[in-house]
């Protein structure tokens, strides 16, 4: 039988070394990817832990602020209706000695303090009637209750809370003007922006504007316009609008 000559590979030690070499190389090249990875990773974490307690803190902070914002709003609430309070009644005894004065002088009773009583003055605004205490708390739950039950979309939420604040600023600067006392329910832009919303009617009703002609319209009648009301409803709306953390707390 003939021999037949065959070709056999054989690796040389050097090629083996580069290859060997090579293996390590790559492997050293993947434990340094892996461990920059593991690296960034853990920076990663610790910068979303400190983002989560500084958002703790700028929320204990923001509630903090609120807080004192409403302390000091009540007690400046309390302290102008105790004025208010104080003025009326100093009208009311002021009117009462006047009606006693008149009627002694036709009576032809002596007078008991002539000198005191010509210097009192009253004026017919004097007997306006005592209003009743607004809180403007409710307002404010008025207002975290219709942010809360559309949490989902803030777009909505600051249409509605600017679309109000126009309604009372126009109030505010024109009084007298009737259309901007009265709505119509049915108005589309209304229906879109307040009338769906729920709660915007609701802090409408707490501004003094009440449903007539069968709930087609919100009115608010000229003898039952309160400034007092109407500012403080434009000053919540306005920190509702302001304040990124209202409704959360």
Sequence with gaps: M??????????????????????????E???????????EEKKLEREREKSRIRAGKDLLKAKRILEETERKRNVDLRRSEKEEQKRAREKILQKVEHDKVERRSKL?????NPPA????????????????????????????SL???????????????????????????????EKYRRIRVSNPIFQDRV??????????????????????FLY????KLDTMVLNSAGYELNYALTNPFFGML
């Design 2 to 27: 003939p021999l037949v000559p065959v070709e056999i590979p054989i690796e040389s030690p050097e090629q083996s070394d580069i290859t060997e070499k090579m293996r390590i190389k790559a492997q």
């Design 29 to 39: 090249v993947s434990d340094r990817v892996r461990r920059k990875k593991e690296e």
């Design 108 to 112: 032809g009773v002596p007078l008991e």
């Design 117 to 144: 009583v010509r210097n009192v003055v009253v004026q017919k605004e004097c007997m306006l009637p005592l209003k009743s205490s607004f809180k403007p708390q409710h307002m404010r739950d008025c207002l975290r």
């Design 147 to 177: 942010k809360r039950n559309h949490m989902d979309d803030d777009g909505r939420v600051k249409r509605a809370f600017q679309t109000l604040l126009i309604y009372v600023g126009n109030i505010i600067k024109n009084p007298d003007e």
């Design 195 to 216: 009338g769906s919303v729920k709660g915007g009617m609701e802090f409408l009703e707490l501004c003094g504007f009440e449903r007539i002609e069968g709930g087609a």
């Design 220 to 223: 608010l009648s000229k003898d």
